[in-house]
């Protein structure tokens, strides 16, 4: 066995395998919600949301595009960064809270969609961590050498379970989707560890009760407004903080290297005063934040997803670089994964 960190949790390089990400990829849909269009639905201000969230404006699907439609487009960008087929995939995951449906799976709607016959699909929820878990699970079918190729998708259409009249909440959100594309590349860059964590016990923090099988659709729970996520804001806003602390510096120990070293930290973008404590916990000077809350809002599961794409559009990440990857969510869910780009 040969690895390069003394702690086996770090994989990098294991046996030969790396399990490295060869293209990322992202889209979010054309219309633009800005705090004023907010202004005149609900008691809300611009100043109110930029001081409390640093959100500026979201994207909103059209009606007829759907959250597999976006996880597609996010996909096909991925994959031809990585120079991928659709014909060479052999798992397709998609972290969504938002599927175009309860059941299937949107993974396998996506399968179809791109053409990835030989493909085995799956949905993942673990809300907006979901890309993270997405990527643990996709490295350990690559390190575990059942598949050499996965496709990870975090992609959501939040604006389908947003009470439009619930100014707590309906400020904070955003649709869109990102992508990344994983390969057994011998001896290259990759993802050295992926933590994740999680605590059911307060899964009354951030959820949403209608739907499922406690509480199917009933005329009573439509008028009830129970299809709509709730969320109790200050004592999430308490959790993430620190589980989002907790997880990167778990990550950071595994794989023996001090936050100075990192080029670039891409935590989950729920909220800008979220991502201010958390880098100031961690020793991060500002200029290794990557954010993009303001243009987006919270996108769940595709917000670090965007965020990873829009770096690496951007310049703001090379080859070799050390990435931070740090996300939140419901259940409660959190994770954290450190990169070699
Ligand atoms: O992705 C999963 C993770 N999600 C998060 O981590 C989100 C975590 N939570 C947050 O980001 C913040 O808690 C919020 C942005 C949701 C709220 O910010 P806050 O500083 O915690 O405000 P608050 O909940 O303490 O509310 C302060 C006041 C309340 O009024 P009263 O009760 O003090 O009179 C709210 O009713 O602000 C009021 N308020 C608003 N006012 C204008 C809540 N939403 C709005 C709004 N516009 N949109």
New binding site residues.
């Given amino acids: 066995m040969s690895t390069k960190f003394k702690n086996p949790r770090a994989r990098f390089n294991f046996q030969g395998r790396t399990c490295s990400i060869t293209g990322v990829g992202s889209y979010v849909p054309a219309r633009i919600l800005t705090n004023a269009d907010l202004e005149k639905m ?4 611009d100043e ?2 930029t001081s ?2 640093g959100i500026k404006e979201r994207r909103v699907a059209a009606k007829n595009e759907f959250t597999s439609d976006m996880a597609v487009k996010a996909a096909q960008r991925a994959m031809k960064m990585a120079g991928v087929t659709a014909e060479q995939l052999d798992l397709v995951v998609v972290a969504t809270i938002t599927p175009d449906m309860p059941f299937p799976a949107t993974a396998c709607l996506v399968q179809q969609k791109l053409g990835a016959r030989r493909a085995a699909a799956f949905d993942l929820e673990a ?2 961590s979901g890309f993270i878990y997405g990527l643990e699970v996709g490295q350990q079918f690559i390190m575990s050498r059942t598949y050499d190729t996965v496709l990870v998708i975090g992609a959501e259409k939040l604006s389908s379970i947003v009470n439009w009249n619930d ?2 909440t309906c ?2 959100f955003g649709d869109g989707a990102g992508a990344a594309v994983l390969q057994n590349r011998p001896n290259a860059h990759g993802l050295l560890t992926a933590v994740m964590g999680a605590d059911g016990g307060k899964a009354n923090l ?1 959820f949403m009760p209608g739907g499922g099988s406690r509480c199917p659709a009933t005329l009573e729970t439509v008028t009830g407004r129970l299809h709509y996520l709730q ?1 109790e ?2 004592e ?2 308490k959790s ?1 903080v620190q589980a989002m602390c907790t997880a990167a510096q778990e990550a950071l120990r595994r794989c023996e290297v001090d936050i100075s070293k990192i080029k670039c930290i891409i935590p ?1 973008q ?2 800008r005063r ?1 991502i201010d404590a958390v880098g100031e916990r961690l020793g991060a000077a500002p200029h290794q934040l990557f954010i993009n809350v303001n243009r987006y809002g ?1 996108t ?1 599961a595709a917000s670090v997803a965007i965020a990873l794409d829009e770096a690496v559009a951007s310049g703001k990440i090379h080859r070799g670089d050390l990435i931070l990857l740090i996300v ?3 259940g409660l869910t959190w994770g954290a994964a450190v990169i070699e780009w």
């Avoid at 609900?42 to 201000?45: E, G, K």
């Fill in positions: 609900v008691d809300t201000s109110w949301i409390r969230t809300a907006c100014r707590n400020v904070l951030l969320m804001g200050r999430t806003f993430a989950h729920a909220n979220i919270n769940s939140f969510g419901a």
